[in-house]
């Protein structure tokens, strides 16, 4: 019989559907056909095969092959079923035993020469035959990363040959092995933060509930260097947090270190970026900045420059923590569950509210240039600090320095682990049954709320909003309950600068 099939997986998202490659030898001229929606990069890889398979000393069927990439109706693309094509047309034609194929999956490009190269996408893929009980062969170059994923039997091939003598029971192929060791960035320290208490403390908040954070002042007064402190206050991501991460960014096309897949990400895209370099597209669907930024925190500074269309696609992901990428052909969903930091300039000089008394913008150009962001976005976002100009003498070489990230990240540990023990997530993303559940309040504190709601104007969204920071500052505070000072603190946090009103 010259029928052959092999088991590969497809690429979708931070998904990898299964592929049999079905290779068929019949009657007629020789020539080779690729079915199954292929992509260009698919059907030229006839060419690469060809040239692979008479390199390792194989003969290539002067016969008519077809290869059917099943199922028909799901986009095939890049380089990765080179490798499983040759092997199906090598098992067709009785060249090697196509009984050794069945329990096992197959992915890679193939070089002229034989070689394997790695492709996108192998996090996924490990992960995916791990559960359907298979073994995955790769490329050597792609062990590292295979072989984060736990329990995976996934090995390495560096050429076809060695693959087919494998398959042979010639010799043996190596297992994925991990990086020997994983690199750890040394965090910059808060301690080079001087001055700015308040700052300090609301960015320890934002740390221990994982809440969205703007911070408003003129320039140079430290939102950037605070802002890139933020990911030092943060835990180790955990195994399944980093899988996760991992997986989007070996389907972003950009390259997968694994020695760093344990490291929560920092992305910090140009105030240019345009709303598809953030939300992901192309042709398929690639992962953009947020979700790039999946576990970690994006920084987006500058925020009243960022385009109106690209701030506004931030509104979903920052409620449902997930994205879908739509395009005519195709659609991919990614996860998206980013920790926002943002930082502007109270008004367009940068200096409103500054003792200086340097500002000479207008009410009614401060309220225009606020009104860039909209409502919707801004209530989405838990706390908002208006920071002030530092003292010079603070800026002194032998001021003294500020308490050290280590420090602030035991207590923001300890109160993370206070919020996944008491609802198994962190509370910026609580849901209303949560939030109903853990953040009581006595009769006088509700009065309280239910007050500054109607001086603020505050919405239902940001009501909730209120309470889950609160429950973050008595979780800081140890406390099971929130009290007056709790809530008090949290509503502080929604009052914007006097100055920057947002006009209704």
Not at 263 to 276: F, I
Not at 277 to 293: M, V
Request: with cysteine; aromatic share 2%; proline share 8%.
């Amino acid at each position: 019989m010259s029928l052959a099939l092999v088991h590969s997986r497809a690429r979708s998202g931070i998904h990898a559907p299964p592929v049999q490659v079905e290779v068929h030898l019949g009657g007629g001229l020789p020539s080779t056909q690729i079915v199954g929606l292929p992509a260009a990069a698919v059907r030229e890889s006839r060419d690469r095969v060809r040239a692979a398979i008479l390199c390792a000393q194989f003969e290539y069927p002067q016969r008519r092959i077809t290869i059917n990439l099943a199922p028909a109706d799901l986009p095939k693309d890049g380089g990765r079923f080179d490798l499983p094509i040759a092997l199906g047309i090598l098992a067709a034609s009785g060249q090697i035993d196509r009984n050794t194929l069945a329990d096992c999956e197959f992915l890679g490009e193939l070089g002229l020469t034989g070689e394997l190269r790695p492709v996108d996408g192998i996090l996924p893929a490990v992960l995916a035959a791990t559960r359907d009980g298979r073994r995955l062969v790769v490329p050597a170059g792609s062990g590292a990363e295979a072989a984060l994923a736990p329990q995976a039997q996934a090995y390495t091939a560096r050429t076809l040959l060695e693959a087919c003598a494998a398959l042979g029971g010639r010799t043996e192929l190596p297992r994925a092995q991990a990086p020997a060791h994983v690199t750890s960035l040394a965090a910059a320290d808060m301690a080079d933060v001087r001055g700015q208490a308040q700052a300090r403390r609301v960015l320890e908040v934002a740390a221990a509930g994982g809440h969205h954070l703007l911070m408003s002042g003129p320039p140079g007064c430290g939102k950037t260097l605070l802002a890139s402190r933020l990911p030092g206050l943060l835990p180790e991501a955990s195994e399944s947090e980093a899988l996760e991460t991992a997986a989007v960014v070996s389907t972003s096309g950009r390259g997968l270190d694994p020695t760093r897949w344990r490291q929560r990400p920092w992305r910090s895209p140009h105030h240019g970026a345009s709303a598809v370099a953030l939300t992901g597209g192309g042709n398929p669907p690639r992962p953009g900045e947020i979700s790039l930024a999946h576990n970690g925190v994006l920084f987006l500074d500058e925020l009243p420059e960022w385009s109106r269309a690209a701030l506004e696609v931030l509104r979903e992901p920052l409620e449902s923590g997930r994205i879908t990428v739509s395009r005519a052909a195709r659609s991919a969903e990614f996860p998206a569950r980013f920790q926002l930091v943002a930082a502007m300039n109270p008004c367009p000089c940068g200096w409103a509210g500054d003792p200086s008394g340097r500002c000479r913008c207008t009410p009614d150009i401060i309220r225009r240039y606020w009104s860039r962001l909209s409502g919707p976005l801004l209530d989405r976002i838990d706390l908002h600090l208006a920071m002030a100009r530092l003292p010079l003498a603070l800026l002194r070489p032998d001021a003294p320095p500020g308490e050290s990230t280590r420090s602030i990240r035991t207590r923001v540990e300890a109160a993370r682990t206070r919020q996944l023990q008491r609802n198994g997530r962190l509370s910026a993303h609580l849901d209303p049954a949560d939030v109903a559940a853990s953040c009581r309040l006595t009769a006088a504190d509700q009065d309280l709320l239910e007050q500054a709601g109607e001086r603020l104007q505050l919405s239902a969204r940001s009501l909730h909003r209120v309470l889950r920071v609160a429950r973050t500052i008595a979780d800081l505070d140890g406390s099971d309950a929130i009290a007056t000072p709790h809530l008090a603190e949290a509503l502080g946090y929604r009052m914007p600068a006097p100055t920057c009103a947002v006009p209704a």
